[in-house]
């Protein structure tokens, strides 16, 4: 169709390998929609005939997925059955003042904003289950990790939340994404723009974007929104993954801390004994492709030349699956939280059998104006000292707090009095600063963020409103022509 300057058609193997076709099932209803705006600007700009526009825009409204086809992409595709059905008198003038150039431009960024909204969405949902199930568990203690070891006696609601604050800042930063994505392309025509004279607020508008991508050649040529809202998948994909990986751990038999719902997990094909996490498994092995997606949009821009090349094309497929992939997994985890098994009895006996509480020791120590270094020094002998006789830092005696204050200052019938007393239910009272994992602060932070999904759902339902009555408008006003 658009091949005139050429002396014959494209021949079937070139076609297949050019042919975006299949990928942009995507976009096609988007392709649909801002062909619509474009028509009627065109109509009340003067450059088409109301009667031109009202032939090409039933025949948009007609328009269903033909199957298979011979077009390059969906571009061609829709403006050749405007033009079969419309006459190419009328449809012909559909592509009048654009190019395909700053239509898939378009398109993406409608499919974009569309799909960070679904995501920020399912993001809130998974958030709000583990809002949910912490709070549940405020009282449910477990050891707490570095490098993999025990370090601290913690709470699980505590552990939840954490991942709910790093899931509110991919909410964030998506929504920061979605203002640089909803903005409008079309119009800068190839590269350069037109003499024809068009209104490209108007479309935007019509569409429901916020403002435009003023300059022609960063309209067409730029990918890095489409690099931008993988980027931000990505990193949210790696929060999961990191979810993913801990309950995996902690559901085998040597920590035995949870128990995914049957409905989450799968049997082995051979040892009729195993309940493996698969679902959680493959959330860590679809991150690495969402990875790897990135690097795909990244690498398709990296070395082309200022102006539109066809490499582009290729950006569209790492996007579609960064969708697909963060939209599914997302989907899937907010039930599998919902309906974990917690024993709490183990967690908390490893809590306990690891002297968890010497950083505590060390603190009260300090309240006692010791040095701090002073009582690190302390702590850490009563650890080692318990360590090797296989007691409790609590079941030490006067002996053993002389020897942990050797060469200080420090009474050891005062360690002794201290350590006598620390416990992991003790430390967790004891723990009060703004954001720790002391039972105080479990029930302000259970609120706060409940309250920070509402304020989220609420800011992206008016997003989402926005486009809806948008759109909404931009087919009453088609009807009406």
């Known amino acids: 169709m658009y091949r005139s300057r050429l002396g014959g058609g494209i021949g079937d193997a070139a076609l297949r390998y050019v042919s975006s076709v299949d990928d942009d099932a995507e976009i096609m209803a988007y392709d649909i929609i801002g062909s619509q705006a474009h028509v009627l600007m065109l109509n009340r700009c003067g450059i088409i005939k109301k009667s031109d526009a009202k032939k090409i825009l039933a025949a948009l409204r007609g328009i269903k997925s033909p199957g298979r086809s011979g077009a390059e992409d969906v571009h061609e595709l829709v403006e050749s059955l405007v033009i079969k059905k419309a006459g190419m008198e009328s449809g012909g003038r559909m592509h009048t003042a654009r190019s395909r150039n700053d239509q898939v431009a378009l398109d ?36 707490l990790y570095t490098h993999m070891q025990q370090a601290q006696a913690g709470l699980f609601s505590h552990y939840l939340l954490s991942h709910v604050d790093a899931l509110l800042r991919d909410v964030e930063r998506l929504a920061g994404t979605y203002g640089r994505v909803n903005q409008s392309p079309l119009g800068a025509g190839p590269v350069g723009g ?8 108007m479309v935007a508008q019509l569409l429901g974007f916020d403002g435009l991508v003023e300059n022609s050649i960063d309209a067409t040529s730029a990918r890095d929104f489409a690099a931008e809202y993988v980027s931000m998948t990505s990193i949210m994909m790696t929060n999961l993954s990191r979810i993913a990986e801990d309950l995996v ?22 040892m009729p ?10 959330t860590r092995g679809k991150t690495a492709r969402i990875l790897g997606d990135l690097v795909a949009v990244l690498a398709a821009s990296k070395g082309l030349a200022t102006g539109y090349g066809r490499d582009l094309q290729q950006a569209k497929q790492a996007v579609w699956s960064a969708s697909r992939i963060s939209a599914g997994a997302l989907e899937v985890l907010r039930p599998l939280l919902l309906t ?26 300090v309240g006692e104006g010791i ?3 002073v009582t690190h020094q302390i702590a850490g002998a009563l650890a080692r000292i318990a360590h ?23 009474d050891a019938q005062l360690v002794l009095d201290v350590s006598s007393t620390a416990t992991v239910s003790s430390s967790l ?19 706060g963020r409940a309250k920070k999904i509402h304020d989220y759902r609420t800011e992206l339902a008016s997003r989402e409103n926005r486009i809806k009555a948008a759109l909404e408008d931009l087919q009453r006003q088609a009807g009406r022509i």
């Open 273 to 282: 004994q195993k309940k493996n996490p698969d679902i959680l498994e493959l």
């Open 388 to 410: 090797e006789s296989k007691r409790p830092v609590s079941g030490l005696g006067l002996a053993d707090a002389k020897k942990a204050v050797r060469g200080t200052k420090v």
């Open 340 to 365: 974990i098994k917690v024993d709490e009895k183990r967690m908390r006996a490893a809590a306990e059998s690891s002297n968890l509480v010497a950083l505590d020791i060390s603190d009260r120590l």
């Open 371 to 373: 040095p701090f270094r």
């Open 108 to 143: 993406m960024r409608m499919k974009v904003r569309d799909d960070i909204n679904t995501v920020c969405g399912r993001i809130l949902d998974v958030a709000e289950a583990l809002v949910s199930v912490a709070g549940g568990h405020q009282k449910t203690v477990m050891p």
């Open 429 to 447: 009272k004891e723990r009060k600063s703004a954001g720790s994992s002391g039972y105080a602060e479990q029930k302000r932070m259970i609120a």
């Open 194 to 201: 037109t003499g024809i004279p068009i209104n490209r607020k």
């Open 249 to 270: 751990v902690w559901s085998t038999a040597e920590f035995g801390f949870v128990e995914l719902a049957d409905e989450f997990a799968s049997p082995s094909s051979i």
